[in-house]
Nanobody, 116 residues
């Protein structure tokens, strides 16, 4: 079992920045990748960014160049640095972990609201 706890969401003005954190606990040795997804009202959950234990990353097209995912294996934490935020980035952001046995775990989500 893997438990994920997100933090760092909130209200920010357009053009502003936020950093989300996701702390993993439990069977952390089994995690092969972590990522961030988001879901806006009335929309499907979509990939924001992902990172493997070795470091390769991938991003959703809408956030490339603005968001950066990173991972501190020593702290069992994944981060999402979000810059140049837009109103369309408003959503609940979920942390995700996939294990070597292909089990998927989700955090409880953190709300990000971009509004003036």
């Amino acid at each position: 079992q893997v438990q994920l706890v997100e933090s760092g969401g909130g209200l920010v003005q357009p053009g502003g920045s936020l950093r989300l954190s996701c702390v993993a606990s439990g069977s952390i040795f089994s995690i092969k990748s972590m990522g961030w997804y988001r879901q806006a009202p009335g929309k499907e959950r979509e990939l924001v960014a992902g990172i493997t234990r070795g470091g390769p990353t991938n991003y959703g097209d809408s956030v490339k160049g603005r968001f950066t995912i990173s991972r501190d294996n020593a702290k069992n934490t994944a981060y999402l640095q979000m810059n140049s935020l837009k109103p369309e980035d408003t959503a609940v952001y979920y942390c995700n972990a996939v294990t070597i046995s292909s089990k998927t775990y989700w955090g409880q989500g953190t709300q990000v609201t971009v509004s003036s």
